[in-house]
C-alpha cells in the first residue's frame, strides 16, 4: 500500500493595504469625493436631520454603481438645495421637502426600473 500524506490548508496571505480607488474614470472619482464631502456637511447636523440627509446620500451612492451621470445631477440637487436650507435656516434644517426633489416623479424619463431603494 501506499504512503498516505497529510496536507496542509495554505496559510492565509495578508491582503495589501487599500490604496484608493482602482479605476481611472475621472466622472466617478470626481463623484466619490463629492460624496466624501457631502457627508462630512451632513456630520455636524442634529440626529434626526443627519439620519435624512444620510440616507438620501446612500440611495445616491446605490445609485452611482448603476447610472453615475444620474447619481452626480441628483448629487448636485442634494447638495444645491441643502446649502440653501442651511443658508435660510440655519442648523435645524428641514429635510422633509428634500427627498421629492431628489426622486423625481415615477414617470422620469430618467427613473430606472430596477427595485433597488435608489429607485423607489
Avoid at 463623484?31 to 440616507?55: D, N, Q, Y
Amino acid at each position: 500500500m501506499g504512503a498516505c500524506t497529510v496536507s496542509t490548508p495554505p496559510t492565509p496571505q495578508a491582503r495589501p493595504a487599500w490604496t484608493g480607488p482602482q479605476w481611472d474614470d475621472p466622472v466617478l472619482t470626481r463623484l466619490a469625493g463629492r460624496l466624501r464631502e457631502a457627508h462630512r456637511l451632513v456630520a455636524p447636523l442634529p440626529s434626526g436631520p443627519r439620519r435624512r440627509l444620510i440616507r438620501h446620500l446612500l440611495m445616491i451612492t446605490d445609485l452611482a454603481k448603476r447610472d453615475s451621470v444620474l447619481a452626480d445631477r441628483r448629487l448636485e440637487a442634494f447638495l444645491t438645495d441643502f446649502t440653501h436650507r442651511v443658508r435660510t435656516e440655519g442648523d435645524e434644517v428641514d429635510t422633509s421637502g428634500l427627498l421629492a426633489s431628489l426622486e423625481g416623479t415615477p414617470d422620469d424619463e430618467n427613473a430606472c426600473d430596477t427595485g433597488s431603494i435608489a429607485c423607489r
